[in-house]
């Protein structure tokens, strides 16, 4: 059976990956023993609940909190591009997903097939981080070939803007 593997690159400050469902090489546990061992500080699940299901993953969420990772599921249809519960999150997931970022940390996106979704999703953070989008998709396909996979994902990926957040440092909890 196939472990899971990582296609990532730095963005922002820290480590982009992307990678496909775990489980969907054959082995769900052995995924998360290399996610843990992979160090994210938040993954990012684009796949649907049935597609989870399907690969013995639907508690996915609860395993990666059992792992002190932070976990956030947003769903994307296969080959699709976010819809509107999708983009209404999307701001306050984005601006976590990039604080983790420019805080050193790694941000794991997955879908099924750790290409289309999340490579759409993945570019879209790279622009978000002040990447340009044709210069960022040559960089992830450098690492992975297969991410972004039709035109209305590249679209949808492209029209992220330089978000300007504060340094991690400089944020306190009260």
């Known amino acids: 059976m196939a472990h899971?593997?990582?296609?990532?690159l730095p963005v922002g400050g820290g480590v982009l990956g992307i990678s496909?469902?775990?489980?969907?090489?054959?082995?769900?546990?052995?995924?998360l023993v290399d996610i843990r061992a992979w160090r994210p500080s938040i993954v990012l699940s684009?796949?649907?609940?049935?597609?989870?299901?399907d690969l013995g993953a639907q508690t996915l969420g609860t395993d990666l909190r059992e792992r002190a990772t932070r976990w956030v599921h947003l769903p994307i249809s296969d080959l699709g591009v976010p819809d509107a519960g999708?983009?209404?999150?999307?701001?306050?997931?984005?601006?976590?997903?990039?604080?983790?970022?420019r805080g050193g940390g790694r941000v794991l996106v997955h879908?099924?097939?750790?290409?289309?979704?999340?490579?759409?999703?993945?570019?879209?953070?790279?622009?978000e981080a002040g990447e340009k989008a044709?210069?960022?998709?040559?960089k992830l396909r450098g690492v992975r070939p297969c991410a972004v996979?039709?035109?209305?994902?590249?679209h949808w990926a492209q029209k992220?803007?330089?978000?300007?957040?504060?340094?991690?440092?400089?944020?306190?909890c009260g």
């Open 4 to 8: 899971i593997s990582f296609f990532a």
């Open 20 to 31: 496909q469902l775990p489980g969907r090489g054959g082995d769900y546990t052995a995924d």
């Open 46 to 53: 684009l796949t649907t609940l049935g597609e989870m299901a």
């Open 86 to 101: 999708f983009e209404e999150s999307w701001p306050e997931v984005a601006e976590k997903i990039l604080l983790a970022l």
């Open 111 to 127: 879908c099924k097939g750790g290409c289309g979704r999340s490579g759409m999703v993945a570019l879209r953070l790279m622009v």
């Open 134 to 138: 044709d210069v960022a998709l040559g």
């Open 149 to 154: 996979e039709t035109d209305e994902q590249y």
């Open 160 to 172: 992220g803007r330089k978000r300007k957040l504060p340094q991690p440092g400089g944020l306190h």
